[in-house]
């Protein structure tokens, strides 16, 4: 349990929860899919802090919500503060259910990771996922019902595109959707969901995510590398050790990317998180929001009530008086205060050094393209 706090008694900003539809598009919007740390598949999951750390806890982000933050406050606001629904797409939740099935793809020995076997976790994956969310099968009730058949197909069209940039039968991930958290000397935590992690026999750490989104990738990706080193940083936090790579496969592009963070570099990411933060605090104390208008609003649930396009935003929220809440009046209930959930995998790769290069990660895809820099970690 955690206490999250706010400087002026108005709603804490909360980058957990129950599922309002923000937190579907963890890490990358729409350019992800729209799946993230609260979608249906991991709500069991919870935190992996001891009570001491969370004790320190002052604030709390996701790599989601920093980027929504960057984006556009009002963007922030709306899914943090408001917690205001949005309902999921069909690309998000075609988003999830990719995901879910190259989850379980992993749980199969290597000889049977094939792509018949990842087509045919499809459906009851899907059946999984519209049980867990209702919302999910109502995508395709009544005259939608026709579009399932062709939607499953499209997300076979991913899965298959998967097996282009990547061999399962050579892998043996050392984590799959695992959370990660750290809090920081600040007393800022940090969490998100990783979907892949990779150890080599040497200790080298590949953090890989799937993109699953149909969008134009290029309004996504400062925000997909900026999800990648958020991970890149909790994980140097917690485990002592810079990813030595971070891999960024586009299911539909059919393309692998690969950026090499180091430690300088996460050090500034970390500083440009705190002054993030910092400017949160400040917005929050102000309850001043602005508009930002940008490509990424095509893909906005809340253009309704957004100044951008004549839309009026409601009243900011005033402090719920829940049971527990703290001085503030805040929440002092953060449901990600348990034991998480073991992540699953053996911790190393399946096969040695020789076959990937350098690094000795395996199964290398042929497209990989060279490392790649971006600029997406400053604040807003
Ligand atoms: S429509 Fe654009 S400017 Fe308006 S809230 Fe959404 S992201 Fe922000």
């Known amino acids: ?13 909360r980058d957990t929860g129950p599922q309002s539809g923000a937190d579907r598009s963890d890490g990358a919007g729409a350019g992800d899919g729209g799946r993230g740390s609260e979608h249906p598949l991991r709500r069991h999951r919870t935190s992996t802090l001891s009570a001491t750390e969370l004790a320190d806890v002052r604030g709390s982000l996701s790599p989601s919500r920093a980027a929504d933050f960057k984006t556009c406050p009002l963007l922030y ?8 629904p949005e309902v999921p797409t069909t690309d998000q939740v075609r988003g999830t259910l990719v995901h879910a099935v190259l989850e379980k793809l992993y749980e199969l020995p290597a000889e049977q990771r094939t792509p018949a076997a990842a087509l045919a976790l499809l459906q009851p994956e899907w059946q999984r996922l519209a049980e867990a969310e209702p919302a999910t099968a ?6 939608a019902a026709s579009g399932l058949e062709a939607w499953l197909a499209s997300a076979g069209e ?15 991930p050392a984590e799959r959707e695992s959370l990660i958290e750290v809090v920081l000397d600040t007393g800022l935590r940090l969490r998100g969901f990783v979907d892949r992690l990779d150890v080599s026999p040497a200790g080298d750490i590949r953090v890989v995510d799937y993109k699953t989104g149909g969008s134009p990738r290029e309004a996504f990706e400062a925000r997909a590398l900026f999800q990648l080193k958020f991970y890149a940083l909790v994980l140097w936090r917690t485990r002592g050790v810079v990813p030595r790579s971070l891999r960024l496969l586009y299911l539909k592009d059919r393309e692998a990317c690969d950026y090499s963070p180091d430690a300088d570099e996460l050090a500034r990411f970390e500083r440009n998180l705190g002054a993030l933060w910092a400017a949160i605090e400040r917005a929050t ?3 001043e ?16 009530r957004c100044p951008e396009f004549g839309g009026t935003p409601p009243p900011f929220p005033e402090p719920a ?19 998480a959930a073991g992540s699953a995998g053996s911790g190393v790769l399946a096969d040695g050094a020789t076959a990937a290069g350098t690094v000795g990660f395996v199964g290398e895809p042929a497209s990989a393209s060279p490392s790649r820099g ?4 400053r604040p807003a």
Request: hydrophobic share 35%.
């Open 158 to 172: 991913l899965l298959d595109g998967y097996f282009t940039v990547e061999d399962p039968q050579r892998l043996e």
């Open 138 to 143: 109502e995508l395709f009730a009544g005259d």
């Open 374 to 377: 971006g600029d997406a970690d």
């Open 285 to 287: 104390a102000a309850r």
């Open 77 to 84: 606001r709306y899914r943090t503060i408001d917690r205001l």
């Open 1 to 13: 349990m955690t206490v999250e706090t706010s400087p002026t008694g108005v709603p804490a900003p």
């Open 289 to 304: 929001f602005p508009a930002k208008r940008s490509r990424l609003c095509d893909w906005c649930s809340h253009q309704a």
């Open 321 to 339: 008086a829940e049971p527990g809440a703290g001085a503030t009046g805040m929440p002092a209930t953060d449901p990600a205060g348990a034991p």
